[in-house]
C-alpha cells in the first residue's frame, strides 16, 4: 500500500489564478461581446530579444552536428554562463562570487519551492505579507507549516507589509530559522531601502536565520539607492540564498531559465549544532534530481548579457515600465491610492473604501471588464488591496485607465 504524503491533502484544490479564470469564463458566457482586458497576468508578453532568438538558433544548429553535440550538461549549469553572471550582475556592484556558489536552474519557482529539500521540516518559517503563494505552499507539502487556522498557517510567521507600515517588514516577534524575502516585491511592487535591508541582514547573522531572498524583478529597480542583490549588503553572504531569474527580465517565462546563488561562507546546523555548508548540500542534491537546464537555454541566456541582448533587454522593461507609470498616474488621478510600480512591474492598489479585493474584483470586472488580481489571494495583509500588472500591451493598458476613468 501506497501512503500518500498527507501534507498535500492540507492545501486547498483551488489555486487563485484557477479561481480568477473561472469568474472570467463565466462573465465571457453572459457577456459573449465585451473585450475583457487582463491587466492581472503575472507573466511577460514581449517577444524574445533578437540576440537570444539568435543565440539559440546557433545553438540548435551545433546540436545538429557530431562534432559540436552536446549531451548532458553539468548539473551546476556550463561556466560560460554562470561567469557571465558573476561578471555582469555582480562584480559590478562590488560582489565576487565563486563559480560553483551559482547553480543555473530552470527557473526561479523550481528551486524556490525545491530549496527545502536541505532543511528540516521542523524549521519555523516567516514570510512577509502579503506574499508569492509558493513559498507557503512548498512548505505546506514539506510538513514545515502546521495546520491552517483560518486564512493562516499556524507554523508560519506572517510579517505584514502594508501601507501602515510604509511596505517595510517590521523584525518578528516570534522566533524563525527561516525567512523569505523577494523585493521588488510580488505583489506588492515595493522595494526596500539599503538600511531596511542591512536591518534584515543583521538581524539574520545574530539570531542565526537563513534568508531565502527572491530578487526575481531588480531588473525592473530604477532608483540607483534601492539594493540589486542581497549581497550588497556586507555579511549577507553568511546568511543568504539569493534566487534570480530570466524569466521576467529577459521574456524566459516559457524558455525556463534562472540561478541560485550559495556561498560557500554559508551554513545550517545539525540538530546538535554542528555547522554544515549549504553550498555543498545543494550541489549534492542537484546532482542527484537535476540534469542541467538544456545547452539551447542557457546559450540564450548567456547572449542577455551581449551588449545587443543588454539593450534589448533594457527596451522591453522600459516598455513595461511605461506601463506601469502610466497606469500608476491614471488611477492616482481618479483618486485611487496606489503603491509599488517605481521599481517593479506591479502596482498595488488600495480598493476603493477599502471592500473585500475579490468583491472589487467582481465590480471591475462586470463594470468595465478589466481584470486584476485580489490582494486576499497573495496572504491575509492582502485584503482590501488589488494587484494590477504593467506586462500588458500599451493599447490596452491605455484603453483599460479610459474605461476606468469612466466609472469611477
Ligand atoms: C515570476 C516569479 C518568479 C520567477 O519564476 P520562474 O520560475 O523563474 O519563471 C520568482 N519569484 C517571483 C516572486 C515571481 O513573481
Given at each position: 500500500m501506497a501512503l500518500v504524503?498527507?501534507?498535500?491533502?492540507?492545501?486547498?484544490?483551488?489555486y487563485l489564478f484557477s479561481d480568477i479564470a473561472k469568474k472570467v469564463n463565466a462573465y465571457k458566457v453572459t457577456h459573449p461581446k465585451a473585450k475583457v482586458i487582463s491587466l492581472?497576468?503575472?507573466?511577460?508578453?514581449r517577444p524574445l530579444p533578437q540576440a537570444v532568438l539568435e543565440a539559440m538558433h546557433k545553438a540548435v544548429d551545433e546540436m545538429g552536428k557530431a562534432e559540436t553535440f552536446r549531451g548532458y550538461g553539468p548539473e551546476q549549469g556550463y561556466s560560460f554562463l554562470t561567469e557571465a553572471i558573476i561578471k555582469n550582475d555582480y562584480a559590478t556592484r562590488g560582489i565576487s562570487l565563486d563559480n560553483n556558489e551559482v547553480f543555473i536552474n530552470d527557473g526561479a519557482k523550481s528551486d524556490t519551492g525545491n530549496?527545502?529539500?536541505?532543511?528540516?521540516?521542523?524549521n519555523s518559517v516567516g514570510v512577509t505579507d502579503?506574499?508569492?503563494?509558493v513559498y507557503i505552499d512548498s512548505n505546506v507539502m514539506a510538513g514545515r507549516a502546521g495546520t491552517l487556522e483560518g486564512n493562516r498557517w499556524s507554523n508560519i510567521v506572517y510579517i505584514p507589509c502594508t501601507a501602515e507600515n510604509d511596505f517595510v517588514p517590521d523584525l518578528p516577534s516570534r522566533r524563525i530559522d527561516i525567512l523569505y524575502l523577494c523585493f521588488?516585491?510580488?505583489?506588492?511592487g515595493t522595494t526596500l531601502s539599503k538600511e531596511h535591508l542591512k536591518t534584515w541582514v543583521n538581524y539574520a547573522l545574530a539570531n542565526d536565520v537563513l534568508i531565502l531572498y527572491?530578487?526575481?524583478?531588480?531588473?525592473?529597480?530604477?532608483?540607483?539607492?534601492?539594493?540589486?542583490?542581497?549581497?550588497?549588503?556586507?555579511?549577507a553572504k553568511k546568511v543568504a540564498i539569493e534566487f534570480r531569474s530570466f524569466s521576467k527580465t529577459a521574456g524566459f517565462t516559457g524558455v525556463r531559465c534562472g540561478y541560485t546563488v550559495v556561498p560557500k561562507e554559508l551554513n545550517g546546523f545539525t540538530l546538535a549544532g554542528k555547522k554544515i555548508a549549504l553550498n555543498h548540500l545543494w550541489n549534492r542534491r542537484q546532482t542527484t534530481k537535476f540534469n542541467g537546464t538544456s545547452y539551447i537555454t542557457q546559450r540564450g541566456a548567456e547572449a542577455v548579457f551581449s551588449p545587443e541582448g543588454a539593450a534589448q533587454v533594457k527596451e522591453n522593461i522600459d516598455y513595461y515600465m511605461a506601463n506601469a507609470r502610466l497606469l500608476k498616474k491614471g488611477l492616482e488621478d481618479c483618486g485611487m491610492k496606489v503603491f509599488g510600480g517605481d521599481n517593479a512591474p506591479y502596482l498595488w492598489m488600495q480598493t476603493p473604501d477599502r471592500i473585500s479585493s475579490w468583491k472589487f474584483f467582481d465590480q471591475l470586472l462586470y463594470n468595465v471588464a478589466i481584470v486584476g488580481t485580489p490582494g486576499v489571494g497573495f496572504g491575509?495583509?492582502?485584503?482590501g488591496y488589488f494587484r494590477f500588472t504593467a506586462f500588458g500591451s500599451r493599447e490596452n493598458t491605455e484603453e483599460a485607465l479610459e474605461r476606468f476613468r469612466k466609472w469611477i
Open positions: 504524503n498527507e501534507h498535500f491533502l492540507k492545501l486547498a484544490d483551488n492581472g497576468i503575472g507573466d511577460v508578453t530549496i527545502g529539500d536541505i532543511l528540516r521540516h521542523d502579503p506574499i508569492y503563494p521588488p516585491n510580488n505583489p506588492t527572491d530578487a526575481a524583478y531588480e531588473r525592473y529597480i530604477r532608483d540607483p539607492k534601492i539594493p540589486h542583490s542581497i549581497y550588497e549588503i556586507r555579511g491575509p495583509s492582502g485584503e
